[in-house]
């Protein structure tokens, strides 16, 4: 059974601040996506990694996969308050066959000045 | 261009009741998926239906059922609704093809079953 595990759950951030949040996942997939979340709102899409090695940037944030750790990470760079969100990474369950995704529970950023 | 819409917004059901929620996309994509998501649990796949004429089942889809009606509309339909459905319903939809693999959401319905 596919696991995607994120850390943290919960991350309170100064302005101008850099961190990290993890997206661990069980099984073999070299398909990896970022989502963004607005209170009260849908997902939005932030990046979709493809491949081992993959990296890819937009703004202030910085996502990378490395398939053999089965690890991502979203970077987050001098971070602002329009950044406060909750973050998702998801695996495709069939290693990208279907699209058929498992989610993390989601990280959940306040960016306080 | 509406992208992906849902129907209705917000519903409020009895045990017991049963209800459909409608989804149309106008972006051509071939697949299409329906999501609940609960307070910490992250998202969770109920069906998809990979092209039109075909449905499967995800991670979670005992007490409901699905319609894949044609290329643009895909509908989850609660036959006896249970207060463990209480959830935020997702649509999502993928043009399925190499290189382009996001999933674009719908704005979501919000269930409560009492």
């Known amino acids: 059974e596919l696991k995607v595990e994120q850390n943290p759950l919960f991350l309170s951030m100064q302005e101008g601040k850099n961190y990290t949040i993890y997206c661990n996942y069980s099984t073999t997939s070299d398909r990896l996506y970022w989502y963004r979340q607005d209170p009260g709102k849908s997902l939005e899409s932030l990046f979709v990694?493809?491949?081992?090695?993959a990296v890819k940037q937009e703004g202030r944030l910085m996502a990378s996969l490395d398939t053999k750790a089965r690890l991502s990470t979203l970077h987050i760079t001098a971070a602002v308050h329009d950044l406060s969100a909750t973050y998702f990474c998801?695996?495709?369950?069939?290693?990208?066959?279907?699209?058929?995704?498992?989610f993390g529970k989601g990280t959940k950023l306040s960016v306080k000045p | 261009n509406a992208g992906v819409t849902q129907t209705p917004k917000f519903q409020v059901l009895k045990t017991g009741q049963s209800m459909t929620l409608q989804c149309a996309q106008d972006m051509n994509h071939n697949s299409m998926y329906w999501y609940r998501q609960d307070p910490g649990m992250g998202l969770r796949l109920i069906y998809y239906s990979a092209s039109e004429g075909t449905t499967d089942k995800g991670e979670v889809p005992n007490g409901y059922n699905v319609s894949r009606l044609n290329k643009r509309e895909f509908s989850l339909r609660l036959e006896s609704a249970a207060p463990s459905q209480t959830s935020v319903y997702f649509c999502a939809t993928r043009w399925g093809g190499v290189g382009t693999d996001t999933q674009y959401f719908g704005p979501g319905t919000r269930l409560t079953v009492l």
């Open positions: 998801a695996v495709d369950m069939h290693g990208g066959s279907q699209g058929n995704l498992i």
């Open positions: 990694l493809l491949s081992n090695g």
